[in-house]
């Protein structure tokens, strides 16, 4: 099992940017791949990306690609997700989840999931 908690979220204007941060207890944090998921009032939980157990290999969803960067450091039991050229519609709280799957996109397919962090993008 593991437990995640979410910071780096805040208020930020359009064009600018944010790093929220993930950081897992237990030891085995290098056995799941890691995605970062957002949630807009309203709205379903969608994906935004995810990393392989090393960190060798990502994938993003098309609204962020190009922006935004997921990373990960196994020393540390943290994932990040750099987020520039932030837009009003990138509005939500995002959470990290853990998966002991293989390339998850779809909420259902994580195990663990951390309690959110609000990213507000506005003038």
């Known amino acids: 099992q593991v437990q995640l908690v979410e910071s780096g979220g805040g208020l930020v204007q359009p064009g600018g940017s944010l790093r929220l941060s993930c950081a897992a207890s237990g030891r085995t944090f290098s056995s799941y791949e890691m995605g970062w998921f957002r949630q807009a009032p309203g709205k379903e939980r969608e994906f935004v990306a995810r990393i392989s157990r090393s960190g060798g290999n990502t994938y993003y969803a098309d609204s962020v690609k190009g922006r935004f960067t997921i990373s990960r450091d196994n020393a540390k039991n943290t994932v990040y997700l750099q987020m520039n050229s932030l837009k009003p519609e990138d509005t939500a709280v995002y959470y990290c989840?853990?998966?002991?799957?293989?390339?998850?996109?779809?909420?259902?397919?994580?195990?663990?999931w951390g309690q959110g962090t609000q990213v507000t993008v506005s003038p």
């Open positions: 989840a853990a998966n002991q799957g293989w390339s998850g996109i779809y909420y259902y397919e994580y195990d663990y």
